[in-house]
């Protein structure tokens, strides 16, 4: 049932201006790869571990290997096919030993041509495939043991997030908050790792405000909800972030370690790492074919546009992100059940009518995408330090998104922008969520905002700013509406950021077996 009574012709519109200011965009992520990419496709063929012997540092055997072809024979042709002739060439049994071998000099990689590139392509398409049945015996996997313990009992799913810098401290956190009540464990990445351009290999300890992304940590915080899910009696889902410069290898290490939700916007990286665009949206497809395949759902960023731009004035913003996140989304496979596309409550509470306009931005998201998992996100930017304050806020948020029906909230902190929360504040986070849900019940169903009221008026006059946006954007070109500063006041030129000297131009006669049996959906 709508409360807002959108104008479907208006609705398709929009969505049909999204796909048009997207397309151009979609074309050049299909005509391009980066090293990330290429990384990630060998990370499916199976190759771990890094050279820990570098005097700069330990170097991940795929970004060694990677790199060699790329000075020997380019990248234009992807890595697969001069991979897995030198593997064939060098009778080597591994990739490992073929990395081992690489770092010590002793391969040149070339493009083969006739029946040793058709040799290596059947080779590499057999190693890959067989990453990806274990990402889909992860799935399946998920899908047993949340028939086992079954899945929260509500909506919305309480999302909490960890960020101790130590995998061990944050499973400790992590296991309390689901005894607690949370049903999402979110695991937060230590400060910079977005602009790293590998992934660190191993268990870590030593983050700054988060702990890293590596498979180890990804397979130790499932392994330890998934004893939560068993004592508690719901499935705990987990989540990371497939963003930044590794964003493609991140998606592929979620998939095989059975993560189940991964943040992954199409602009985040652009607007606040200053990454390169083109590299971002070349990633971000890859990254998303990977999680249609692993069953993931994806949370997109919306909600940052909010922290730099103002809520009301760039509300439309927000929407028309979400209508690009979409069309992304679906273009690379993803369907609306995995489709975590995020907003967030973060008007100042001294506006007058706050939190009917929240409501208006709230319903609006979930009329216009009824059947998607929305992310909706606490307030931070006006957070004072005040404790007493941000409890309340926190708990009109809360109170918003029973009114409006949202699937995933984001459990919110009184002491944000003070301090990194004690396991106590969470505690108490947690508390303020139970108690709006358990007072509040089925409220939603006796939420009917008056037809001529502000809330509607308001759903109305954002979502016709969100189509004059498309518009324009449409006209000028998506990137052009990046680099002018369109989404949170951040401009991006296509041409800039960090990152862009990763992405390369497909050849005639590109290779990668992964996007095949991505795009086939293929198990051999």
Same mark, same amino acid.
């Given at each position: 049932?709508?409360?807002?009574?959108?104008?479907?012709?208006?609705?398709?519109?929009?969505?049909?201006?999204?796909?048009?200011?997207?397309?151009?965009?979609?074309?050049?992520?299909?005509?391009?790869?980066?090293?990330?990419?290429?990384?990630?496709?060998?990370?499916?063929?199976?190759?771990?571990?890094?050279?820990?012997?570098?005097? #700069?540092?330990?170097?991940?055997?795929?970004?060694?290997?990677?790199?060699?072809?790329?000075?020997?024979?380019?990248?234009?042709?992807?890595?697969?096919?001069?991979?897995?002739?030198?593997?064939?060439?060098?009778?080597?049994?591994?990739?490992?030993?073929?990395?081992?071998?690489?770092?010590?000099?002793? &391969?040149?990689?070339? !493009?083969?041509?006739?029946?040793?590139?058709?040799?290596?392509?059947? #080779?590499?398409?057999?190693?890959?495939?067989?990453?990806?049945?274990?990402?889909?015996?992860?799935?399946?996997?998920?899908?047993?043991?949340?028939?086992?313990?079954?899945?929260?009992?509500?909506?919305?799913?309480?999302?909490?997030?960890? #960020?101790?810098?130590?995998?061990?401290?944050?499973?400790?956190?992590?296991?309390?908050?689901?005894?607690?009540?949370?049903?999402?464990?979110?695991?937060?990445?230590?400060?910079?790792?977005?602009?790293?351009?590998?992934?660190?290999?191993?268990?870590?300890?030593?983050?700054?405000?988060?702990?890293?992304?590596?498979?180890?940590?990804?397979?130790?915080?499932?392994?330890?909800?998934?004893?939560?899910?068993?004592?508690?009696?719901?499935?705990?889902?987990?989540?990371?972030?497939?963003?930044?410069?590794?964003?493609?290898?991140?998606?592929?290490?979620?998939?095989?370690?059975?993560?189940?939700?991964?943040?992954?916007?199409?602009?985040?990286? &652009?607007?606040?790492?200053?990454?390169?665009?083109?590299?971002?949206?070349?990633?971000?497809?890859?990254?998303?074919?990977?999680?249609?395949?692993?069953? &993931?759902?994806?949370?997109?960023?919306?909600?940052?546009?909010?922290?730099?731009?103002?809520?009301?004035?760039?509300?439309?913003? !927000?929407?028309?992100?979400?209508?690009?996140?979409?069309?992304?989304?679906?273009?690379?496979?993803?369907?609306?059940?995995?489709?975590?596309?995020?907003?967030?409550?973060?008007?100042?509470?001294?506006?007058?009518?706050?939190?009917?306009?929240?409501?208006?931005?709230?319903?609006?998201?979930?009329?216009?995408?009824?059947?998607?998992?929305?992310?909706?996100?606490?307030?931070?930017?006006?957070?004072?330090?005040?404790?007493?304050?941000?409890?309340?806020?926190?708990?009109?948020?809360?109170?918003?998104?029973?009114?409006?029906?949202?699937?995933?909230?984001?459990?919110?902190?009184?002491?944000?922008?003070?301090?990194?929360?004690?396991?106590?504040?969470?505690?108490?986070?947690?508390?303020?969520?139970?108690?709006?849900?358990?007072?509040?019940?089925?409220?939603?169903?006796?939420?009917?905002?008056?037809?001529?009221?502000? &809330?509607?008026?308001?759903?109305?006059? !954002?979502?016709?700013?969100?189509?004059?946006?498309?518009?324009?954007?449409?006209?000028?070109?998506?990137?052009?509406?990046?680099?002018?500063?369109?989404?949170?006041?951040?401009?991006?030129?296509?041409?800039?950021?960090?990152?862009?000297?990763?992405?390369?131009?497909?050849?005639?006669?590109?290779?990668?077996?992964?996007?095949?049996?991505?795009?086939?959906?293929?198990?051999?």
């Amino acid at each position: 049932m709508t409360l807002l009574d959108l104008d479907p012709r208006v609705v398709a519109t929009a969505r049909d201006l999204a796909a048009r200011a997207a397309a151009p965009v979609v074309g050049i992520a299909r005509a391009h790869t980066t090293v990330a990419v290429e990384r990630a496709t060998l990370r499916l063929a199976g190759i771990t571990g890094a050279d820990t012997t570098h005097r #700069a540092g330990d170097v991940p055997w795929v970004n060694r290997v990677v790199d060699t072809v790329r000075e020997h024979c380019g990248l234009e042709h992807g890595v697969a096919l001069p991979v897995f002739h030198a593997l064939r060439a060098h009778d080597l049994g591994s990739l490992t030993e073929l990395a081992e071998a690489t770092a010590a000099g002793q &391969i040149t990689y070339r !493009v083969p041509e006739g029946r040793d590139a058709t040799r290596a392509a059947k #080779a590499a398409r057999t190693a890959i495939a067989r990453g990806l049945r274990t990402v889909d015996r992860n799935r399946a996997q998920r899908d047993k043991l949340v028939a086992k313990y079954g899945d929260p009992p509500r909506r919305p799913w309480i999302y909490l997030i960890v #960020a101790t810098g130590d995998i061990d401290e944050d499973v400790v956190q992590a296991a309390n908050a689901a005894r607690a009540g949370a049903d999402i464990i979110a695991v937060i990445r230590s400060t910079g790792q977005s602009l790293l351009d590998y992934v660190p290999e191993g268990a870590t300890h030593h983050g700054f405000a988060g702990t890293y992304a590596t498979q180890e940590n990804f397979r130790i915080m499932r392994a330890a909800m998934d004893e939560v899910s068993k004592e508690v009696g719901r499935y705990i889902r987990v989540t990371n972030y497939a963003s930044g410069l590794c964003m493609p290898e991140i998606a592929v290490l979620a998939g095989l370690q059975r993560l189940d939700m991964m943040l992954n916007d199409s602009m985040y990286g &652009i607007l606040f790492r200053d990454i390169n665009p083109i590299r971002t949206f070349v990633d971000q497809r890859f990254s998303r074919q990977v999680h249609a395949r692993a069953g &993931i759902i994806i949370n997109t960023g919306e909600d940052n546009y909010l922290t730099t731009d103002d809520a009301v004035d760039a509300a439309h913003t !927000v929407t028309v992100s979400q209508l690009l996140n979409e069309h992304f989304a679906h273009e690379a496979g993803l369907p609306d059940e995995l489709l975590g596309l995020g907003h967030a409550f973060e008007i100042n509470p001294k506006v007058p009518d706050s939190f009917r306009l929240e409501l208006a931005h709230a319903l609006l998201a979930r009329e216009l995408f009824p059947d998607a998992p929305l992310k909706w996100m606490p307030p931070t930017k006006h957070m004072t330090g005040n404790v007493f304050d941000g409890y309340l806020l926190d708990g009109f948020f809360n109170l918003a998104g029973v009114l409006t029906g949202q699937s995933i909230l984001l459990v919110g902190m009184m002491t944000e922008a003070v301090v990194t929360p004690f396991l106590s504040d969470r505690d108490l986070a947690l508390a303020n969520v139970r108690y709006v849900l358990d007072a509040a019940g089925s409220l939603r169903e006796d939420f009917r905002p008056a037809p001529d009221g502000l &809330i509607v008026k308001r759903a109305h006059q !954002v979502l016709g700013e969100a189509v004059d946006l498309l518009g324009r954007i449409v006209d000028e070109g998506l990137l052009e509406a990046i680099a002018k500063g369109t989404f949170g006041l951040m401009k991006r030129p296509a041409d800039a950021g960090k990152g862009a000297d990763g992405v390369i131009a497909k050849a005639d006669g590109y290779t990668n077996p992964a996007t095949d049996l991505l795009d086939e959906g293929a198990t051999a």
